[in-house]
T-cell receptor, first 109, second 119 residues
Framework: GQNIDQPTEMTATEGAIVQINCTYQ??????LFWYQQHAGEAPTFLSY??LDGLEEKGRFSSFLSRSKGYSYLLLKELQMKDSASYLC??????????WGAGTKLIIKP | NAGVTQTPKFRILKIGQSMTLQCTQD?????MYWYRQDPGMGLKLIYY???????DKGEVPNGYNVSRSTTEDFPLRLELAAPSQTSVYFC??????????????????FGEGSRLTVL
């Protein structure tokens, strides 16, 4: 079966750095996505990785290792508005997105 | 820009009632999707469409139906509502797709969600 694992909840301090991990087992691989979802709102796109390595976009970076079935989302200089759930999703060989359950990130002052 | 618009935002149904969730997008996207999201769970794909006149079942299609008569609209029909259908429903779109010769990027644009309760 297809499976995506990410921690249920994480806590970090304002101004700090946090890394949210995602491991996956899917039928084929056509890219990995990170979405941000604030409580009561729709998910919004953060990043897309299809090749190994680090993609940096402002305070957010996303890393992928296809051989290990592993990705992480790195958030720097945390702000209170970063409190949200972060969803990892993998596009399989049929170009369907398989979603993880999401990691709820709590930022404390 | 409106993006993806879905209605209603909230609805309470009685068991056995039927209803339609409306979804429309103004970005001329080929792909459209309906997901449900239950607490603590990932998004589950109900149905999707790769273009007008074409629909396919996703992971959890039972109890639902869709149609895609135009590029813009992708309504989701719930027949004989059951408590198990209590959830938050999201419509999404993306494009272009493989048929256009461009790789489907997977970046989805979501509607604001519809919170449905079946009692």
């Amino acid at each position: 079966g297809q499976n995506i694992d990410q921690p249920t909840e994480m806590t970090a301090t304002e101004g700090a750095i946090v890394q949210i991990n995602c491991t996956y087992q899917t039928s084929g691989f056509n890219g990995l996505f990170w979405y941000q979802q604030h409580a009561g709102e729709a998910p919004t796109f953060l990043s897309y990785n299809v090749l190994d390595g680090l993609e940096e976009k402002g305070r957010f970076s996303s890393f992928l290792s296809r051989s290990k079935g592993y990705s992480y989302l790195l958030l720097k200089e945390l702000q209170m508005k970063d409190s949200a759930s972060y969803l990892c999703a993998v596009m399989d060989s049929n170009y369907q997105l398989i979603w993880g359950a999401g990691t709820k990130l709590i930022i404390k002052p | 820009n409106a993006g993806v618009t879905q209605t209603p935002k909230f609805r309470i149904l009685k068991i056995g009632q039927s209803m339609t969730l409306q979804c429309t997008q103004d970005m001329n996207h080929n792909y459209m999707y309906w997901y449900r999201q239950d607490p603590g769970m990932g998004l589950k794909l109900i149905y999707y469409s790769v273009g007008a006149g074409i629909t396919d079942k996703g992971e959890v299609p039972n109890g639902y139906n869709v149609s895609r008569s135009t590029t813009e609209d992708f309504p989701l029909r719930l027949e004989l509502a059951a408590p198990s259908q209590t959830s938050v429903y999201f419509c999404a779109s993306s494009g272009p797709g493989l048929a256009g010769g461009e790789l489907h990027t997977g970046e989805l644009f979501f509607g604001e969600g519809s919170r449905l309760t079946v009692l």
